[in-house]
């Protein structure tokens, strides 16, 4: 049995987190997993996919040199063959820990179409010089950063994938209709968008809608004191980081994106499992989730009215929106399921 290596910054709630968890569970079933981080919070959901007999937990501690030579000789020790690299962090310890371990493949990880100048400079150094190969998960983040100067043949892409289970949802409640965003609270989320667009809704709608934003992060205040000027206090509610978000998935009736770039996104990914038509952005590989016309619709970055109108049809033609949510869940099976996202890394472990 082979013993392969995920290296995640932290278990705490996220994207990438949670894909690391994933990951680690689906490959447990045939490997031996050890799981390395580097801070001890942990997100109760990524522990319970993690908690499995195959799968190793181990907290690295210190500063990057001293994480790098720990896992060094975890590598060794364990003869671990591969190490898939999650966060920007990750990238370099998981390059420095394998220096002259040819037995050892480090497989980088870049889980958004944009990074910072200085992480991309970074990243772009260990692709070309220390890597197996870099991971993406998303096209279009691939195909700028091969623009950018990364390599085509050590460039890969493995898309986020999901425990499609084709959950049960609150749809017909149409008395009240539920407008969902669920992310961290960050600027590239571009909640200042969201809101221009639910006040323009609420001046052309005749129904009540409520409007949640689920999650958290550093703009927090920024979104509250947003929401007190364009008077937006009883339409909208923002929840943070709850215990209970499928009940937010559940009793929503669409889903809003309106990111001013993503990789590929966790949160649609869940709003089609729980056959929640979307309007979203076209960044990032949306395009990939959402299909326009089809399991809902895309729209330009930063245009408000546009998305009020997406929502505004959605509203009123509630038998299209279901059947939409209908082709997304159809669309997420076929394409994002664990099954197929455990395939293309064990093709990646056997190739070597």
Request: aromatic content about 8%; some cysteine.
């Amino acid at each position: 049995m082979k013993n392969i290596g995920i290296l995640i910054r932290s278990l705490k709630p996220g994207g990438a987190e949670k894909q690391s968890a994933l990951l680690a569970s689906v490959l447990s079933d045939e490997y031996r997993v050890f799981v390395f981080h580097q801070y001890k919070e942990a997100a109760p959901a990524n522990l319970k996919l993690i908690d499995r007999n195959n799968i190793t937990k181990v907290h690295l501690q210190g500063g990057i040199v001293s994480k790098a030579s720990q896992l060094r000789k975890s590598i060794i020790k364990n003869d671990i063959c591969c190490i898939f690299a999650y966060l920007s962090s990750d990238n370099l310890i998981a390059s420095l820990a394998s220096l002259g371990l040819s037995r050892c493949k480090v497989y980088g990880g870049i889980r958004s179409s944009k990074l910072p100048y200085h992480k991309f400079i970074t990243l772009r150094f260990l692709h070309k010089h220390f890597q197996t190969a870099t991971i993406f998960n998303n096209h279009a983040g691939k195909d700028q950063f091969i623009n950018s100067g990364f390599l085509k043949s050590k460039s890969i892409v493995v898309p986020n994938a999901i425990n499609v289970n084709g959950s049960d949802s609150n749809h017909q409640n149409r008395e009240l209709v539920n407008i969902l965003s669920v992310g961290r609270f960050v600027k590239a989320k571009d909640y200042e968008t969201a809101l221009q667009s639910i006040k323009t809704l609420t001046g052309t709608c005749t129904q009540k809608i409520k409007y949640f934003i689920v999650g958290f992060g550093p703009e927090e205040q920024n979104i509250r004191d947003l929401i007190d000027k364009e008077q937006l206090n009883d339409t909208v509610e923002l929840i943070i980081n709850p215990d209970n978000i499928e009940e937010y998935y559940q009793n929503a009736n669409i889903y809003l994106c309106t990111s001013i770039f993503e990789g590929l996104s966790n949160s649609i990914m869940e709003a089609l499992n729980y056959r929640l038509p979307v309007v979203a952005t076209d960044v990032g590989d949306n395009s990939q989730l959402v299909i326009s016309n089809q399991t809902g619709y895309l729209t330009k970055m930063k245009a408000p009215l546009d998305i009020a109108n997406y929502l505004k049809r959605l509203i009123d033609d509630p038998q299209s929106g279901e059947s939409m949510g209908k082709e997304g869940y159809i669309h997420l099976k076929n394409n994002y399921s664990t099954n197929k996202f455990k395939e293309r890394y064990m093709q990646l472990i056997e190739s070597q």
